[in-house]
């Protein structure tokens, strides 16, 4: 199961203070991947990368942010205007976007006390 | 946008049976779907895929197919064990753009002795 690692693996928060999580790849892949999972829903993409210095909005990118400044890593803030954060973040990664298998780290479950 | 659906949420099979989960896709441009399977408090671990240029594709005990024109496509695991216990996911994404994998809500499956 190596290649892809997030940390930490638990992570609590108080309420308005912002958070990051941690992804690291030694895949050598270009695109990388943020995702949210909440019970019965699925998996929701927050933010994605194809390649450094440029990432785009998923389809739930309000209150997060996230930076690629090199190839193998790309973290994720929660911030304080995430109304509910409390969830469990995945980060994946793929050679590239075009349908590529995407591989999958082992999960940061974040909760907001 | 795609949007994939999948059923049953919950299914639960006596250890042997054959277990069969479906899924169902908006996008006709799509032409590619995996599966993930995803135990408990671990990452989604892709367990076998499928393009739109082939109807089928088994490995060992899991298949898939697939039915372009009713765009839906299922999941098929003979012989259940214990360990086939676990979230399962379908997805989809076109690779003629950037493909982005849009997945169904996942389907609990339970392995019984």
């Known amino acids: 199961d190596g290649g892809i690692t997030q940390s930490p693996k638990y992570l609590f928060r108080k309420e308005g203070q912002n958070v990051t999580l941690s992804c690291e790849q030694n895949?050598?892949?270009?695109?990388m991947y943020w995702y949210r999972q909440d019970p019965g829903q699925g998996l929701r993409l927050i933010y994605y990368?194809?390649?450094?210095?440029?990432?785009q909005k998923g389809d739930i990118a309000e209150g997060y942010s996230v930076s690629r400044e090199k190839k193998e890593s790309f973290p994720l803030t929660v911030t304080s205007a995430q109304k509910n954060p409390t969830a469990f973040y995945l980060c994946?990664?793929?050679?590239?976007?075009?349908?590529?298998?995407?591989?999958f780290g082992p999960g940061t479950r974040l909760t907001v006390l | 946008g795609e949007n994939v659906e999948q059923h049953p949420s919950t299914l639960s099979v006596q250890e042997g049976d054959s277990a069969v989960i479906k899924c169902t896709y908006s996008?006709?441009?799509?032409?590619?779907f995996p599966w993930y399977k995803q135990e408990l408090g671990k990452r989604p671990q892709l367990i076998i895929d499928?393009?739109?240029?082939?109807g089928e594709k088994k490995d060992q005990r899991i298949a898939v197919t697939l039915n372009k024109t009713a765009k839906h496509f299922s999941l098929h695991i003979t012989e259940t064990q214990p360990e086939d216990s676990a979230v399962y996911f379908c997805?989809?994404?076109?690779?003629?753009?950037?493909?982005?994998?849009?997945f169904g809500a996942g389907t609990q499956v339970v392995v019984t002795p």
């Open positions: 990368s194809q390649i450094v210095n440029d990432f």
């Open positions: 997805a989809a994404s076109r690779t003629d753009s950037w493909g982005k994998l849009q």
């Open positions: 499928i393009r739109s240029n082939v």
């Open positions: 994946a990664s793929s050679i590239d976007l075009r349908g590529a298998v995407q591989y």
């Open positions: 996008d006709s441009a799509s032409n590619y």
């Open positions: 895949l050598n892949h270009d695109a």
